[in-house]
């Protein structure tokens, strides 16, 4: 299943895409709006301001992700981290300034939930993680860190913010 972002109102929308070929237009109408748009299957492809057009890059798990497990809010989704610090929290169409926005329905996660920083020093990898600050708190391996603290985490920590967990992972298989 594919899932889709109404342009206007952000609602998610979901259908069967291997039943279509490649380059077909499929036209939707929002059940949430009724909003009506269009896109084509196949390559992702974007405009840049001078009108251009640029194809979506597949994203990279160079310095690994996080699993997010698949709850009643949302569904199990695969993020990538980058180098640096990465804001994490649930998508929203008005959210700015989250690195790594996830798709739920959790109303007990912050739209700036918690940050976890990748250093990379003598090619080694390093991960911290701490609260943004939010109003639930973010639990590492069901301990709440404290206002403040900052805490290393490693491949396979289990992360929890709100009603939504997410597992740390170094590389991408």
Request: hydrophobic fraction near 30%; charge should be neutral.
């Amino acid at each position: 299943m594919k899932r889709i972002f109404c342009p206007k109102c952000d609602h998610q929308l979901s259908f069967d895409e291997t039943k279509y070929k490649e380059g077909k237009i499929l036209v939707f109408v929002c059940t949430q709006c009724t909003h009506q748009f269009k896109i084509k299957l196949g390559r992702k492809v974007v405009k840049t301001n001078d009108g251009e057009e640029e194809e979506v890059k597949e994203p990279d798990f160079t310095y690994g992700y996080i699993k997010v497990i698949e709850n009643q809010f949302g569904y199990a989704q695969e993020l990538p981290l980058t180098l640096g610090d990465n804001i994490i929290g649930r998508r929203n169409k008005d959210t700015i300034g989250v690195d790594i926005p996830i798709l739920t329905a959790d109303p007990s996660m912050g739209r700036k939930h918690c940050i976890i920083t990748v250093k990379e020093k003598d090619r080694k990898i390093s991960y911290s993680l701490r609260d943004f600050p939010s109003l639930t708190g973010t639990f590492l391996n069901n301990v709440l860190l404290g206002k403040k603290e900052q805490a290393f985490i490693y491949e396979g920590d289990i992360i929890t913010i709100g009603a939504t967990t997410f597992i740390l992972h170094e590389t991408k298989d």
